[in-house]
């Protein structure tokens, strides 16, 4: 079992910065990929970025560029710095981690505002 914590949504205006945080608990050896997903009202869940424990990267291309990825193995934490927020941006952003038992495991989510 897998428990993912998320923290750091809330409401900023348009440009500023939010840094979101999710941090894994539970049983398992190793989380080779974790990542972001964002889920708009009306809209599926998308991809916004992932990394893995060698520090590959993957971004969507709507965040390239503002957004970047990190993670602290050891904490078995994941980190999404997000710059220059547009209002499309808004969402219920989801931590995502997938650990050698091959299993996905889904935080509760945490909302992103970004007001214009």
């Known amino acids: 079992q897998v428990q993912l914590v998320e923290s750091g949504g809330g409401l900023v205006q348009a440009g500023g910065s939010l840094r979101l945080s999710c941090a894994a608990s539970g049983t398992f050896f190793s989380i080779p990929v974790m990542g972001w997903f964002r889920q708009a009202p009306g809209k599926q869940r998308d991809l916004v970025a992932t990394?893995?424990?060698?520090?590959?990267?993957n971004y969507a291309d709507s965040v390239k560029g503002r957004f970047t990825i990190s993670r602290e193995n050891a904490k078995n934490t994941v980190y999404l710095q997000m710059n220059s927020l547009k209002p499309e941006d808004t969402a219920v952003y989801y931590c995502k981690a997938i650990p050698l038992s091959q299993r996905t495991y889904w935080g509760q989510g945490t909302q992103v505002t970004v007001s214009s």
């Open positions: 990394i893995t424990t060698a520090g590959s990267t």
